[in-house]
């Protein structure tokens, strides 16, 4: 068997947050790296979804690299394919796209006196100095548990799965889902199909944004002008922070958003139908969807709203509790992911044969979302009680990603071991929990993404400025340090 590779450091996925670690490591100077992607080409959550009306619910000028804003965004919303673009053209400017290593999706990585080892799905072996893992949450569909989804004769498939090829035209189309691309989905594909059946579990309280045009002005003065793009960031920033105050509870910010999200539902005219589509939760339990389309799309004559449940999918559709068969000729699974798993399946065994299992047995147990007690030169980007609600991931992943890399720098210039210190990492997490279930996201009487299963809510309740304060420099004292045998050199 050939040696293994070796590397100062491997970033694993090449996604947003993957492509910015590539990015600022080539900035300090550190080229001894690689970049490892289990598809065969880059861009995360904006490769793999590009189904009808795939689009960021974050204004695209807010998503997008703080040193590479894109003047050229046409709508206030991007779609999938303009940031895949977008991401990739970053990628290539910054020469990112050399570091890339296609086709490699690590099964398992080890530490051991100073190294990690990471064996892939193929069988390769990689040995590096650091890892850090920019794998993203939401890669790893979540099927649901139905009987005689295999029976179905036509098209079945998750959202993030859509066929290229497929052509829906005339159409009677099912769709398992109410989050934020079955409503994007439904928006985009009801002017095409014949019927679409909407099979909703839990109703959604909607955001009405509009995904309107960017005026010819604006991009003229976004191009010709850095102080009004400044300007224009910061204005679409407050309209974000305003989400993100309500969730925590500030009261005026906490009144406007439930009238105006009330407001939006009241434009739903059949009453029988607005009361399917009104929640059983308080407003911001679960992230809110922003669409300013749906609620015209989902009134359309040719759509339906089944709130009964699922028993079961046969060969000509599926077929509700109360007998009823819904004939489909193509069913959409647009059921989320497993957004809890982290950097799962990969198996990850840290210093003294501690397994990734055993420190999340029964928390997702970090330091600052960003490291993991026993697990020294290990690094993660938008990990376990990250910031939730309708932020900015990218501004997440810069302040994450600037964090790591100091942590890094020190690991590299004193060929030194870090690892957060278990009590530390303990005492900071509990604040953070104690904190989130005094919000919406504990206390509004939903179940999401953002719980675990004793209903505490798996997300920091801080807005970006406050993540950005907290994490501008690594405090020492919170990490036990070991001198590193077996270090590369260079």
Not at 122 to 148: E, K, T
């Amino acid at each position: 068997m050939p040696s293994p590779s070796r590397h100062r450091v491997v970033v694993i996925g090449s996604g947003v947050a993957g492509i910015l670690t590539a990015i600022k490591l080539r900035e300090r100077g550190i080229t001894d790296f690689v970049v490892l992607e289990k598809a065969d080409t880059l861009g995360g959550t904006w490769r793999d979804n590009r189904y009808p009306g795939a689009a960021c619910d974050v204004p695209a000028h807010l998503y997008s690299y703080s040193f590479a804003p894109n003047a050229s965004w046409t709508h206030r919303f991007a779609t999938a394919p303009d940031l895949w673009a977008y991401f990739h053209g970053v990628a290539e400017e910054h020469g990112v796209l050399p570091h890339v290593r296609y086709r490699t999706e690590v099964a398992d990585a080890r530490y051991d006196a100073g190294t990690w080892h990471l064996t892939t799905t193929a069988g390769d072996q990689l040995d590096a100095d650091v890892v850090i893992s920019a794998v993203g949450r939401l890669h790893q569909p979540r099927y649901p548990d139905i009987a005689g989804l295999d029976d179905f004769a036509g098209p079945v498939f998750h959202s993030a799965r859509w066929p290229a090829d497929l052509d829906i035209a005339g159409k009677r189309v099912g769709l398992i889902g109410t989050g934020s691309s079955a409503t994007q989905i439904t928006a985009a594909v009801v002017g095409q199909v014949d019927r679409l059946t909407l099979f909703q579990r839990t109703a959604q309280w909607v955001w009405p944004m509009d995904n309107t045009p960017i005026p010819l002005w604006r991009k003229a003065l976004l191009h010709l002008s850095k102080r009004y793009g400044t300007r224009y960031y910061w204005s679409l920033k407050e309209q974000i922070d305003f989400i993100g105050r309500a969730a925590k509870g500030d009261p005026a910010a906490v009144e406007a958003r439930n009238q105006t999200v009330r407001d939006a539902l009241g434009t739903v005219r059949d009453p029988e139908l607005r009361a399917k589509l009104t929640p059983d939760y308080e407003i911001g339990c679960k992230r809110l969807v922003i669409s300013g389309t749906f609620y015209d799309a989902v009134q359309q004559p040719n759509v339906d709203v089944v709130t009964t449940g699922i028993q079961q999918v046969e060969a000509g559709g599926l077929r509700t509790t109360d007998g009823e068969l819904h004939e489909l000729d193509v069913l959409v699974l647009a059921t989320g992911f497993h957004a809890d798993a982290y950097v799962r399946p990969m198996t990850v065994t840290g210093e003294d044969g501690v397994t990734l299992d055993d420190v999340w047995a029964d928390v997702p147990m970090n330091y600052k979302s960003v490291a993991i007690p026993h697990m020294p030169d290990f690094f993660l980007i938008n990990g376990p009680f990250s910031p939730g609600g309708s932020s900015s991931v990218l501004g997440i992943i810069e302040t994450h990603v600037d964090y790591v890399l100091q942590l890094v720098d020190r690991v590299l210039a004193e060929d030194v071991a870090l690892a957060p210190d278990p009590d530390r990492s303990a005492e900071l997490l509990a604040e953070i929990r104690q904190r989130a279930s005094q919000t919406v996201w504990g206390t509004g009487g939903c179940t999401s993404w953002y719980l675990d299963e004793d209903g505490v809510p798996l997300v920091n309740p801080v807005l970006l400025d406050e993540l950005a304060a907290d994490m501008a420099t690594p405090v020492p004292e919170d990490f036990v340090v070991s001198a590193r045998a077996g270090s590369s050199a260079g």
